[in-house]
Each structure stands twice: as structure tokens, then as C-alpha cells.
């Protein structure tokens, strides 16, 4: 597989730029990895290794620890028979994920390694296929970042086989943590310790051809004012943090309805209330509630029995396929988003920051 030059990357980018339905074809994909191990920071190592690692070793059956030998006793995932689940023991399902990825993940892939805390992602182009590292020369290093981030090593086998599953990266590069994309960066975020990121090329968003950019130093292309649907709804999510959703389909909601008095709740134990709507003599008229992803389902099982009459809202800029069953239910997805806000872009401040319209 070749990989992706600076000059193809700008090919890339630029038409992904100039059409909204351009889809690449380039067979290269993105990843991320926590790098992680049962609490462990090992980003020192990721970057002077150049590797980044999985954890979840599957153990041969009746295999004893070996240090100096690991490939007899883990199962290579990389190159495993179909029926590799019969030969580990304890099983566990992250190995089946871990399964798919290094049979899958080829030279010229981009991994991202997460790091919000410090503000920061490291994206780094990989190298070579999978593969289990027989006798790590860092296995000692990785024990002494464990005990100076005042962390267990008592089980040593459990700990050492956490850094022997790994792809060598060539280029390994730190961005901005907020500089990255909201529909890449809330993959991040989420709880698995590994998985595929994907875009939207239906709006000319792909996951490679965007991170390659960072990559290879190509600046961001400028953002000129629009009132193009689709260029609207690719700014939403690239730019509109969760938090930032909910200000914002509140601000949308007094705009629709300007006679009301709408506010935005949305904080630790809301109880699911991201903005409440009153009359001037404080009769409940609208509930809000916002989710950046949401899986998709019938409204009335997300929200369940009304208990008075006050109108509904969900609104979600990822989505999978939403039934408005009851009428007492209203669901924005972000095609509808978008609508709205080319339509009030004269008084939406948001609008303004994001160079909108109408």
C-alpha cells in the first residue's frame, strides 16, 4: 500500500474542499488508542519507541509467563487461526476487538493517541502491520513509570503483557486537543479503549484526509462567510462542542418562539433538562434536551410518559434514525439545525463566529 504523499494529501483535502459528495478512495483509515495500561500514562515510551500498544494480552491455555519469551505464551492476534479464541484463556471480549484491529490495520493507517487533559492529540501515520513484541527492551522502563505514578506491579505477567501488542509509527506529531475536528474528537472522548474514527462524506469530512493535513503541516483552508446547507451542517460539527449544542439549540428555541423565556440548564444532575422554555408568567412551555451522538430510537422511549403537557425537544447532530411517534415529541436532527440556523444567522452570535448567513 502506498502511502499518502504531502502533495496527494493536498489533492486530497482540496477536493474534499471544492465537493461536498467527494468520497476518497484512498484505502487508508483512522484509529484511535488510549495507551493507557490499567491506569498508566506510557506516552514517554510511545514516543521513544515509536509504538503505541493494546492491552488485553490473550494468554495461551496452561501457558506459563515467560518474560524473556512472550510469543509463547500470548496468541500473535495478528496472525491468529480462526479458532484462536479456543487457545486463550481467561477470554476476554476486548480481545475480539483487538482481533479485528491488527488483523485490519496496514502501513499508512493514522492512529491518534489522546491526551484532553493535557490539551493535546498525537497522530502518528503507522508503519508496519501488528505485531507481538517477544522480549521488550522497555518492559523495565514501563515498571518504573508504573511506581512513579504510584501504581500497582504486583502482578507482574498481567502488567508486562500490556506492552507487547503494538504498530510501529514513522511521523509522530502533537496537535491541539481543541484544533481537532468535534466529529473526530467526541470518539475520543468516549469510553473504548480503541476504535475506528469515521466521517461523513456525504459532507466531505473524511477522518484521513483531515488528520493527514496536521500531519504533513497543510494550513487549514479559510472559512469565508456561506449560506450553503452543507457546508452549514460540516461546520456544526467541526466546530459546536457538546456544550456548546445545548447554548446553542437554546438560543434557537427564543429565536423560533420569541414571545417564551428560554434558558439554558444543562449542568451536572439536570436531570436531562439542557434548557427550559416559560411563558413571561412562568408557565413551563418546552423542555430541551440535547445529545451530540445519539443512537437513534423512537422519541417516545427516550423520553418516556409525558407527565403534563410541556413540549419536547430533542436535538443531536449525529444520529441514527429517529420515530417522532407522539405529537407531544419533536427531534432536531442536524439537517434541521442547519436550517435554522441560516435562518436567524442575523441574530445568532454563534452564526457569526462560524461565518454563517442567511
Known sequence: MAEITQRRVGELVQKT??????????????????????????????????RVFIGYPPWRRGAQYDPASMTSCVVDLGSAAECWKEEVHPYHQAMKTNH????????????????????????AEIADSFELIDNPPWRERYFQFRRQQGLDCTDEASHAGDIIQSWRFSTLVVVPFGRVPRWISYRLLSRPTIGEIYGFPELG???????????HGIPDPPITDTDDLHEIERRLL????????????????????PDEMWWHIGGSGDGGADGLGYTHDWIQTGLLQCKWHFAGGLLSEFF???????????????HGH?????QSAEFWGREQIAVLVKKHAKNLPMARSLRIVS
Open 238 to 257: 467541526t466546530f459546536v462542542s457538546p456544550s456548546a449544542l445545548e447554548h446553542l439549540c437554546v438560543a434557537l428555541q427564543q429565536l423560533e418562539h
Open 100 to 123: 479485528k484491529f491488527a488483523s485490519s490495520v496496514k502501513k499508512g493507517w493514522i492512529v491518534v493517541i489522546p491526551r484532553p487533559g493535557d490539551g493535546v492529540c498525537w497522530l
Open 205 to 215: 469530512l473524511h477522518a484521513h484526509a483531515t488528520l493527514s493535513r496536521f500531519i
Open 322 to 326: 429517529v420515530e417522532q411517534d407522539v
Open 304 to 318: 418516556g410518559a409525558p407527565s403534563s403537557n410541556t413540549k419536547r425537544l430533542l436535538a443531536s447532530l449525529i
Open 17 to 50: 474542499v471544492d465537493d461536498p459528495k467527494y468520497i476518497t478512495e484512498a484505502p487508508e483509515r483512522v484509529f484511535f488508542v488510549k495507551c493507557r495500561p490499567q491506569g498508566a500514562d506510557i506516552i514517554d515510551i510511545v514516543q521513544s519507541e515509536k
